[in-house]
Structures are given as structure tokens and as C-alpha cells.
């Protein structure tokens, strides 16, 4: 296991640049998974650490060693693909065990480290199987176990679920997130999926054309986005956004609403902002802002609600089952401490739980 350090790191493709001066610190046994949309840059930046794309400008360290210009088998890095790359015509064990035998290690080593990988991954029966004897999720432990055998300092993985159907990659979260625990690795995961990132990371990065927007544990970057990117990207459903001007006691949407947030505003009254409230803060009340519902969607445990508060379309969901459908009026309303308030000019968030900057 080791630490790893990003710092300024930048690629270019001829006069394009595609990843803009980077920092990242990643602590030894730390999970950080970096997301973003498809392009922001993620995956160029995975293969840069991992050697397999060349870097223009800025350095990688892994512990104590700067690899800029270290050759991929040499970084002492182990990758798991999207697509597992395992090798149809060798059984799981040989594919297990197919880098320590180009390393030439004695057969003993190799089969007591595929037997411990194996014993972790729940492979041991399926050793002597083929790759198209094994189901997808099974082929994905197949190729995790490839990287456990070679007990590196540094797991990259590619969007290694993206593959799977959804009721596995739910399961496969669980199993990669205690395999982290277990082991206690190093490890740099890729995904576009933010609800992968929420529920595996102990840190996320997020990325958007080729920047780092913010960097944080999960339930910072929930509760306190830095920007309006990060607050329409974090968050499942996605935060409600609604543009207006500041006003005395909260702001007035484009379609003349107005919303409350309090006192404590007339110094800022007329600046264009952008009202953010995660849909789970909005709740039923008779008493509030009058929508009309555009689709009900229910789930059982909860109810997602679409409506409409004047031109403003919010996503309401609902702790509670309702007897309501499209065309109905119903009355909603939010915590005002838990909104937030974006500058409408640089994006950034001058508010959250009730506190305004300058």
C-alpha cells in the first residue's frame, strides 16, 4: 500500500488540453472515487497514474517515488477494466495468476496467493472454470482477484460495473466496498455514476471538463456543493434549481414567486442568483407554495413528485404515500436553513443553512 500524490497535472492532445492542473492527495488505504460526466477527464486521468497515457505537464507520486516516466508494470499498480480482459482460453485460476507467472514466481507462491484471492472473493469452486462458464458478476471478481494476487500498492478501477445489470451492480458495490475493508488498499476507482461514489468513497472528486470542481467526503459534497455544478451532479434525484433575483426576506424567481428564506437579505436584494433545495427537503404542507402536480411517481417507500410552482418545475419526494395525480394543486414548502443560494454569475455557493457571504 502507499499514499499517492497528484500535483498539477495536465495532458494535452496536440493543442487541445483535456485535463487542466490537477491536485489530489489520496492517504495510504484511502478509497477515492473520482466522478463526473462522460469527457470531464476521469478516466484520462486513471491512465495517466497507471502509465498508460503519457503526462504533459505536473508529476505522480506513489509513496516516496515520482513515476512520471516509469513504465506501467513498473509503478507496482494493479487495474481492473471495464470489460475484466480475462483470457477466454485459460481457466479462472491461470487467469488469476497469469501476471505472477510472467514474473516467474514459484508455482507455490502463485497457488497460495490465488487460493487466498479466491478464499476472499468467494472463487474457490469456479478455479477450473472458463471465462464463458461464469457469469458477469462472477467474471468481475475473476479480475479483481487478478489484482489481489498481485498485492500491489495502488487498485485502479474503470468503471468496473458499468457492465452489469443493476440489481448486480448493487451487489457488487457491497462486495468491492468490504473487499476495501478487508484488505485496507489503496484504491482510485472511476465512475460516471454518483451513487456509486456515495455509497463506496471515502472521498470523491468530482470532475468536469477537465478540472477538479471539488474535492470532499460524500456527505460534505451533499450538504455543502461548492457550485451549481456539483449540486446538479451530487444527489439522486438531482437538487431543484431555481433562477431569480435576491430580494429583503429571501428571492423572487423569474416568474414573479416569491421565496422565502428569512430575514437578513436587504443588502443583497437584486442580485441574480439561483435558489438549490434537494428534493427529500420538500415536504407537504397546505399552508405553502401552491404547485400543480405534473407526474406522481410511486415507489412504495416514498413518492416522487414532479410539479410546478409557477414557471419553477421541482422534484418533491415525499416520505409518505399520496393519494394525488397529474392536474391536482397541492401545497409545499421547505426548511429555509437547509437551501442553498448559488451567484448566477461565477456559480459558486454564497449560502447554506442560512448564512450568506458576501
Sequence with gaps: MANLKISDLRKTYGIHPVIHGVDI????????????????????????????????AGEIRIGEKVVNDVSPKERDIAMVFQNY?????????????????LQKAPKSDIDRRVSRA????????????????????????????????????????????????AQLRVSMRSEIKALHQ????????????????MTMADKIVVMHDGIVEQIGAPLDLYDNPANLFVAGFIGSPSMNLVKGTMSATGMNDESGTIWSLGEGYGASA????????????????????????H????????????????????????????????????????????AHLFDDVSGERILRAGRLAA
Design 182 to 197: 478487508r484488505l485496507g488498499t489503496t484504491i482510485v476507482y472511476v465512475t460516471h455514476d454518483q451513487i456509486e461514489a
Design 118 to 165: 479466491a478464499s476472499i472473493l468467494g472463487l474457490e469452486k469456479l478455479l477450473n472454470r472458463y471465462p464463458r462458464q461464469l457469469s458477469g458478476g462472477q467474471r468481475q471478481r475473476v479480475a479483481m482477484g487478478r489484482a489481489i494476487v498481485r498485492d500491489p500498492k495502488v487498485f485502479l478501477f474503470d468503471e468496473p460495473l458499468s457492465n452489469l445489470d
Design 270 to 293: 437584486g442580485r441574480p442568483v439561483t435558489l438549490g433545495v434537494r428534493p427529500e427537503h420538500i415536504r407537504i404542507d397546505p399552508q405553502g407554495y401552491k404547485a400543480k402536480i
Design 295 to 338: 407526474v406522481v411517481e410511486p415507489t412504495g417507500f416514498e413518492t416522487q413528485i414532479i410539479a410546478d410552482v409557477g414557471q419553477a418545475r421541482l422534484t418533491c419526494l415525499i416520505r409518505d404515500r399520496l393519494d394525488a395525480r397529474a392536474g391536482d394543486e397541492i401545497g409545499i414548502s421547505f426548511d429555509p436553513t437547509l
Design 85 to 101: 480482459a480475462l483470457y477466454p482460453n485459460m481457466t479462472v485460476a491461470e487467469n488469476m495468476g497469469f501476471s505472477l507467472r
Design 25 to 56: 492527495d489520496i492517504a495510504d488505504g484511502e478509497f477515492v472515487i473520482l466522478v463526473g460526466p462522460s469527457g470531464c477527464g476521469k478516466s484520462t486521468l486513471l491512465r495517466m497514474i497507471a502509465g498508460l497515457e503519457s503526462i504533459t
